[in-house]
């Protein structure tokens, strides 16, 4: 959670001093949510992660250089400076690469777990993440429907962080609570409060329990406030005052933090001498990526097929 | 005697006893065997392997793409090539970059039921391969034989890119073949469907046909019309196409789908601006109109070229 915050915070002073291309988006607030997902999933498991779950990608085990090199555009980095920022993954290692288009990862994670169903593996979870407006999308549907029809072993979160870029809930759906919609999918829905770290290890490691042991898809609500702008272009000045300052609006890390003193299971010391090692760490990464070359279009491919023979040369 | 259809369902039957990694996945597959009975009886003979999905193009195409990064090829069927569109972001976006983006291959094949039937109306006759070829990171294969049906179609599930696979739905019964082919041309050649000296007609699918019809009309009249069949769309032979036009110096350029853009404007450019002083007159298209696709067969038989509509197109171009 701690690297997440800290790393992030550095990669948006970064965007502020132009030194980043395209956007940079914001796990704030969403860390304990993110971070316990990620920790309850295994080696073998299946994790597609979305935007705010930078802290979820390191639980996985993404290793922060590969954060700093898609955002910066390194050659070395996993997407080659063919893509930036969240969109990055190791598909090969269980961990997806999302596509922009809201909702589209669902049906992925199901295929995967499909293919490990065909190839006799037990005990895998696929799981991935979306946010209240990712709800809205047909492609959500679909895909839980299909989940839950296959009995897939998926876990769903949805971080319901009260808006969707500026739309607030009440203009993205009409239903009660999200969690209502489990029992009209015919999957196992849960609610989670995401500002604290315990309830969030708690609650979302019983859901990857649930479908580690065969209980079909598992679909988490949690509620929260984004902590920060859509990305860090925005401002964000549409979120009323008086629900930052109400409970959704608490900072998870904080709240963490606080309790890990309060039950004295580390030092104020301990806790500075480990924000300070993190930050070392992610300034180290960053100064590493600097020195690392950019893609260069004279040595691009520009061949989008994986059968080069099948390239339309005319289009070369 | 087999057809079109019959050479689908076996290059299916094929490729799920060749390869463990093959399964079908599709609106009433299984034991219903499909729509149209391409996958009829595969369900009992490969137990497991051939799916019903609900009516979810998206999450059907989407958990395809997630079953080739975890090493699968499955076999997509759409029940008609009208309805990819639902899921189309996964075709286009998904698929098309997995490979691009990850270095992850996406060896999916989507079958795409395409074309127009006497009385199938707007929704249930759409060829969809020229919107689909815009998109960089797809094969789109266009068979028009009953050999093509059933190699290209093996092919398509071997290749490690996805490969929209546009089988025509006017030929499913219509087209009858002695038996399976042994040996084929790869996918990416065009094949040249009719020899001919005085013109030429680029075409694909079901048009082959009509074409080739034309092309015997006007024998009777003394002249002889090459037809070249793509076989591919995407990637178009260039070279072929080049080669015959250098043959005859003119080019007709024939396709079912709507006139702007697609197909036969990509062969009509590239002869354009690879060929322009192999053409004795300019190039010429023939699409269908530019309209949704009527219901009635009297619409419908004008709404899309047929071999008089190409016979009289070619006449006007021999004129010239
Ligand atoms: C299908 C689709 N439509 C629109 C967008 C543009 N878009 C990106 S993020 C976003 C808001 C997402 O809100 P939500 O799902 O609540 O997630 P949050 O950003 O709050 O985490 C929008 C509209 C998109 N990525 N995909």
Redesign the interface.
């Known amino acids: 959670m701690l690297l997440a915050r800290v790393l992030e915070e550095k990669l948006a002073s970064l965007y502020r001093a132009g030194k980043i291309n395209g956007g940079v988006f914001l796990g704030k607030g969403q860390e304990a949510l993110s971070a316990s997902l990620g920790m309850s999933l295994r080696k073998g498991d299946i994790f597609a992660p979305l935007i705010r779950d930078q802290a979820g990608r390191l639980a996985f085990g993404e290793d922060i250089l590969e954060a700093v090199r898609t955002y910066m555009g390194s050659a070395l980095g996993p997407m080659r400076g063919r893509e930036g920022n969240v969109h990055r993954g190791r598909p090969k290692d269980g961990y997806y690469a999302m596509i922009s288009h809201l909702g589209a990862m669902i049906s992925v994670v199901c295929g995967g777990l499909i293919a490990r169903r065909f190839k006799g593996e037990k005990g895998v979870v696929g799981a991935t993440c979306i946010g209240d407006g990712g709800t809205s999308t047909g492609a959500f549907h679909e895909a839980l429907n299909l989940a839950a029809v296959e009995k897939l072993p998926l876990v769903l979160l949805i971080a319901n962080n009260q808006f969707a870029y500026s739309t607030p809930n009440d203009r993205e759906f009409a239903c009660h609570d999200l969690v209502d919609r489990a029992i009209g999918y015919g999957v196992e829905g849960h609610k989670v409060d995401a500002t604290d770290l315990d309830a969030c290890l708690d609650v979302v490691g019983r859901a990857v329990a649930r479908a580690r042991e065969g209980h079909g898809p598992q679909m988490v609500v949690a509620s929260l406030l984004r902590l920060s702008g859509h990305g860090e272009h925005d401002d964000a000045s549409y979120i009323p005052e008086a629900l930052k300052a109400a409970h959704l609006g608490q900072d998870c890390l904080k709240t963490a933090e606080c309790t890990l003193l309060d039950r004295k299971w580390i030092s104020p010391e301990e806790l500075a001498e480990l924000t300070g090692s993190i930050q070392q760490q992610v300034e180290e990464a960053i100064a590493t990526v600097q020195r690392e070359p950019a893609p260069d279009p004279a040595t691009e491919t520009w061949c989008a097929l994986a059968t080069p023979g099948l390239d339309d040369t005319f289009c070369a | 005697m087999i057809t079109y259809l019959e050479a689908i369902r076996e290059a299916q039957a094929k490729a799920l006893t060749d390869d463990p990694r093959v399964?079908i996945y599709g609106q009433d597959v299984g034991r219903f065997g499909g729509a149209f009975k391409a996958t009829k009886n595969l369900a009992h003979e490969f137990p497991g392997r051939v799916l019903d999905?609900?009516i979810?193009?998206?999450?059907?195409?989407?958990?395809?793409?997630?079953?080739?990064?975890?090493?699968?090829r499955?076999i997509v069927e759409i029940q008609y090539a009208d309805f990819s569109t639902?899921g189309f972001?996964?075709i286009v976006?998904?698929a098309?970059?997995?490979?691009?983006?990850?270095r992850?291959?996406?060896?999916i094949t989507v079958r795409l039921p395409s074309g127009g039937t006497a009385g199938s109306g707007p929704f249930h006759s759409q060829s969809m391969e020229g919107v689909y070829a815009q998109y960089?990171?797809l094969?789109i294969l266009t068979p028009a034989t009953v050999e093509d049906a059933y190699s290209m179609l093996l092919e398509a599930v071997a290749?490690?890119?996805p490969v929209l696979f546009c089988e025509h739905k006017y030929l499913y019964y219509h087209l009858k073949a002695e038996g399976l082919p042994t040996e084929a041309l790869p996918?990416?050649k065009a094949r040249i469907a009719r020899p001919g000296r005085d013109v030429t007609v680029v075409t694909y699918s079901a048009m082959v046909h009509e074409a080739l019809a034309a092309a015997e009309e006007l024998s009777g009249e003394g002249y002889e019309v090459e037809v070249v069949d793509l076989r591919s769309i995407?990637?178009?032979d260039?070279d072929t196409v080049l080669a015959s036009v250098a043959r005859t110096g003119r080019l007709l350029a024939v396709g079912e789908a709507w006139p702007w853009g697609g197909v036969t404007a990509e062969v009509v450019a590239?002869v354009a601006s690879?060929g322009l002083a192999l053409l004795d007159a300019p190039p010429r298209r023939l699409n269908a109109k530019n309209t949704p696709i009527p219901f009635h067969p009297n619409l419908w038989g004008t709404h899309r070229p047929t071999a008089p509509t190409v016979a009289r197109a070619l006449r006007d171009l021999l004129r010239l």
């Open positions: 399964y999905a609900p979810s193009e998206d999450a059907m195409v989407g958990s395809a793409i997630g079953a080739a990064i975890e090493g699968m499955p639902p972001n996964q976006n998904h098309a970059s997995l490979y691009w983006r990850t992850v291959p996406c060896p960089p990171g094969v290749i490690d890119d996918v990416g995407k990637p178009i260039t590239r690879e």
